[in-house]
């Protein structure tokens, strides 16, 4: 189910100054370093857990005992290792391989990558409530001019504005409702 490159090895380019742009989830342990653009979409996060469990909701599974799988380094790990109060998080290169070879109760991951594994395996099943929204924005390193920044959220809000990121989802068979509503204007 892995697809791309991992957010952890794109931010690490970002803040070693290997990378100018990042397109990344907004997550508070990254604006530490990198100036985000107001997101282009916004995506969830869910979790996936055996058909016969008893949990249902997003809340039953923050409980003692409960583990979840976790990508290494995403936006919901970085989320669930910050909210979780009961549960615990367990990384892997990839969280869904992490629950299935460590017999998790929990694997959480991408709404529409999720739901896709989840058809392919009937002895899973969806919670549907998401446990978090992840804004996914165009991100620089805090040491560039602020016209830059201002540069980029400017051009992040005109492609949201004239359809060419609906259009983008649209094309790799994406529902444009992830457009991220446009932001207000900066000062």
């Known amino acids: 189910m892995t697809t791309g490159t991992p957010a952890r090895k794109s931010y690490e ?16 342990a990254r604006e530490a370093e990198v100036a985000f653009t107001a997101p282009y979409v916004v995506i969830e ?9 008893d949990l249902t909701t997003v809340a039953e599974a923050d409980r003692p005992g409960v583990r979840i799988g ?7 790990d970085l989320f669930l ?5 009961h549960a ?9 391989e992490a629950f299935r070879a460590e017999g998790l109760e929990v694997a959480a991951g991408i709404r529409q990558p999720m739901t896709g594994f989840v058809a392919a395996h009937p002895e899973l099943r969806l919670i549907e409530d998401r446990f978090m929204q ?7 390193t805090k040491a560039r001019q602020p016209e830059t920044v201002r ?4 051009l992040v809000e005109e492609l949201k504005a004239n359809g060419f990121v609906a259009n983008a989802l649209r094309r790799a068979r994406q ?5 991220a509503p446009l932001a207000r204007p900066r000062s």
């Open 175 to 179: 529902s444009d409702t992830l457009v």
């Open 151 to 154: 540069f980029l959220h400017d």
């Open 13 to 28: 380019a970002m803040a070693e100054g290997r990378a100018d742009l990042c397109f990344l989830a907004v997550e508070p």
């Open 134 to 140: 992840i804004p996914q924005a165009v991100g620089t």
């Open 70 to 76: 976790v990508k290494r380094g995403s936006a919901y």
């Open 88 to 96: 615990s998080v367990v990384r892997g290169e990839d969280g869904v």
């Open 81 to 85: 290792s910050r909210t979780l109060r």
């Open 45 to 53: 996060g869910v979790y996936a857990v055996p058909r016969d469990s």
